[in-house]
């Protein structure tokens, strides 16, 4: 039977709105995940980073004061590292490790701080900078001033991108692993109105997919490593035409061999399959799944890249599916119950 290659997954969640906080949960031969337990020594854990190899995880705390915490996961529960740390922004929502540092896009200060991560246990440090956005969008009520959502290392770990929602754009920075500098290298204006939410790189490392929360499509940009600088090279739809009511896209996983992209859309309640047969650079909309819940906040691929597991909010489960390796289509295979689920990330 087809291994996830994990044998733990960790979900965070929304503690505002009743759920459990930072979940432990195992997972089986055929992917099915069950709860552990608990910890709700942080308020709103709603996104999560494994450090890579290790038994740390680090989560951001998405309130207004805003914070960021590191967890020993060797034991059966997650256990604080430490005091949670200010991240000197609000609401950070998302989060990676580089460099030496722990990165959080602070949502609603429309920042991306730089804390040290202590090299003896992974205990994290007070922001040592803070990179603030400028600049705004049309849109009247989201789009009033920057709001970063995202913050991700590409794939040869030399840049750093910021997906800003409230300025319709893509930020390339620089690191400096030594003092914690992070500098705005580029940026590329994204359509109007769009509200990039978050991005994903194709495995060949020339090509990102930008997910748009505020219309329904997947900008493509072309990436060109050596000189830290992104292109545009055309926009796809995620639901069939004709399709009618709200739609938020809120998370984007592409497939371990560059054939598939998925997207998940709130208010739909689905998932965007998407074809790269014909190229990198040209989507195809092959159908949409619905997401097993209500408000599928994030998307995650197990390591071994056959399952596809999808955070929904509003219903309170984690539900996977089985991917087919020649459609790309997902098939329900399961799902538990986390309250105001937000993310899963597998260790």
């Not at 997650?78 to 005091?83: E, F, H, K, M, V």
């Not at 001033?145 to 754009?169: F, I, N, Y």
């Not at 560059?258 to 159908?287: C, H, M, Y």
């Amino acid at each position: 039977m087809a291994t996830t290659g994990a044998e733990r997954a960790f979900i965070g969640s929304f503690t505002s709105a009743g759920g459990p906080g930072l979940v432990a949960a195992s997972v089986d031969a055929a992917g099915a995940l069950t709860v552990l337990g608990a910890v709700d020594t942080v308020p709103n854990p709603s996104f999560l980073a494994p450090a890579p190899g290790g038994s740390v995880l680090y989560a951001v705390s998405e309130t207004g004061e805003g914070a960021a915490a590191a967890f020993d996961t060797a034991g059966p529960l997650p256990r604080l590292i430490g005091a949670p740390v200010d991240v000197s922004g609000s609401a950070p929502t998302h989060l990676v490790l580089t460099g030496g540092h722990l990165l959080t896009a602070n949502y609603t200060s429309g920042s991306v701080s730089v804390l040290p991560v202590r090299a003896a246990d992974g205990a994290l440090e007070a922001p040592v900078s803070v990179l603030r956005h400028e600049g705004r969008g049309p849109h009247p009520e989201r789009q009033q001033g920057p709001h970063a959502h995202q913050v991700k290392q590409d794939p040869t770990g030399r840049w750093v991108l910021s997906v800003d929602l409230g300025t319709d754009s893509v930020r390339v920075c620089a690191l400096d692993a030594v003092t914690g500098a992070l500098t705005v290298h580029g940026e590329t204006a994204l359509p109007p109105g769009s509200g990039p939410r978050h991005l994903a790189f194709h495995p060949e490392g020339r090509h990102v997919y930008v997910l748009n929360e505020l219309e329904p499509t997947l900008t493509v940009l072309r990436w060109d490593a050596a000189a830290g600088t992104l292109e545009p090279a055309g926009r796809t739809a995620l639901l069939p035409e004709g399709t009618v009511g709200e739609s938020h896209a809120s998370g984007v996983a592409v497939a371990h061999d560059g054939r598939f992209v998925w997207a998940a859309n709130r208010g739909q309640d689905s998932i965007s399959v998407l074809a790269l047969d014909v190229s990198p650079e040209k989507p195809v909309l092959v159908t949409t799944v619905d997401c097993g819940g209500r408000w599928p906040r994030d998307l995650a691929l197990d390591p071994a890249g056959r399952r596809l597991y999808a955070a929904n909010e509003h219903s309170g489960d984690v539900t996977w599916f089985d991917i087919d390796p020649r459609t790309g289509v997902p098939s329900r295979s399961g799902s538990v119950e986390v309250a105001a689920a937000s993310c899963v990330v597998f260790a």
